[in-house]
């Protein structure tokens, strides 16, 4: 096989390696092993699985690294295999549940259509993306989750990297569950956090900012961006929020941050900033996702963004590359 033949064929390769990790972290089969390995009968029964097929998987899991055999007929969790649990920490059992989510997985599958039409083919069958999570509650839980443990990656380098003095009010803008406000608010002991968002998502916010210890010096609020956000605050963090939208709705969520902002106040844009080359980039991929899943949005470089900001009156005065190929974009007010 030549060298190009065995690129594309590896890439076909992964459309079965992810449907055995989908199924592994659907089945939750990582959960099952936590505690040692099991024979595939009591594995099969744990999970509610039929046997030859779940056997049939595990082979394909083991030559990926991710379980491994233990005696004839039995399995293993491995070290790479045990983020699939849904009790450590950096658990991505939701990521992988949410990207292989009916909806989600179909956005993929229709791809060469969205890019036939230019309008995403998701939202021809499902509506904006949004929507459908607000009237499916299991799926919308996994999303948050899902945007939790792709957030774990960079919030670390977030409060370690980004100099947050001067900011008594951050507001999160669409800030999700609320996990990278509560991050940035436990390393800054006096801060006040506002989590904003649609309000099945502002609940499930108030509950975990309650888990935290931090009830007393946050509030969530439910609201749509394209009204208003609250107003009089130092900084509002917008994480992966820009990137949902076409030009003309992401310059109106900033022109609504730019209006309500304290004067001197910032913006903190938190994205996968495109790069100038042609290397892979966790962007380029995640680009893809926004493309198949909303009209409009999109993944943008440096330049693209600075376009935005001068849109809402308001320039960018930094760019932090931060881990995972998250960058944090400072800008202020013109
Ligand atoms: C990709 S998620 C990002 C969540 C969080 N910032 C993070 O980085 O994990 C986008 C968020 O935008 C919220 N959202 C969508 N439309 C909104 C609107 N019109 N007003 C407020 N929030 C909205 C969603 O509920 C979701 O939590």
Redesign the pocket.
């Known amino acids: 096989m030549s060298n190009s033949d065995s690129l594309l064929w590896g890439a076909v390769a992964g459309i079965s390696r992810f449907a055995a990790l989908l199924t592994m972290a659907d089945l939750g089969v990582a959960d099952q092993l936590a505690d040692g390995p099991l024979d595939t009968e009591e594995l099969a029964k744990r999970c509610g699985a039929h046997a030859p097929s779940l056997r049939r998987v595990l082979r394909e899991l083991v030559s990926m690294g991710v379980v491994r055999r233990a005696g004839s007929d039995g399995y293993d969790l491995t070290d790479a295999g045990t983020v699939l649990r849904s009790d450590v920490p950096d658990s991505i059992r939701s990521s992988i549940r949410m990207i292989g989510e009916d909806g989600f997985w179909y956005a993929m599958g229709r791809l060469p259509d969205t890019v036939r039409t230019g309008s995403s083919a998701f939202v021809t069958k499902h509506g904006q993306v949004?929507e459908y999570l607000a009237t499916k509650p299991d799926t919308a839980r996994i999303f948050?989750a899902y945007?939790?443990a792709?957030?774990i990656s960079f919030t670390e380098a977030l409060v370690k990297q980004y100099d947050f003095a001067g900011v008594g009010t951050l507001v999160?803008v669409?800030?999700?569950r609320g996990?990278?406000l509560a991050t940035v608010m436990h390393s800054h002991p006096d801060m006040r956090g506002i989590l904003?968002?649609?309000g099945h998502?502002a609940d499930g916010a108030r509950e975990l900012l309650a888990t935290e210890g931090l009830a007393d010096r946050s509030e969530a609020v439910a609201?749509?961006?394209?009204a208003s956000v609250p107003a009089g605050a130092d900084a509002y963090l917008l994480?992966?929020?820009l990137h949902?939208w076409g030009d003309g709705d992401a310059v109106r969520i900033l022109r609504n941050v730019r209006r309500a902002m304290n004067p001197g106040g910032r913006v903190l844009v938190?994205e996968a900033v495109l790069p100038d080359d042609d290397a892979p980039h966790v962007g380029k991929d995640l680009d893809l996702r926004m493309l198949a899943l909303l009209n409009g949005a999109r993944e943008r470089s440096r330049e693209e963004y600075a376009t935005l900001f001068a849109q809402a009156d308001l320039e960018l005065a930094e760019v932090i590359e931060l881990a995972a190929g998250a960058s944090l974009l400072e800008v202020r007010p013109v």
Do not use: K, P
């Not at 609201?223 to 394209?226: I, L, N, R």
């Open positions: 949004y948050d945007m939790t792709r957030a999160d669409a800030g999700g996990h990278i904003y968002d649609l998502v609201g749509d961006f394209f994480a992966s929020v949902n938190l």
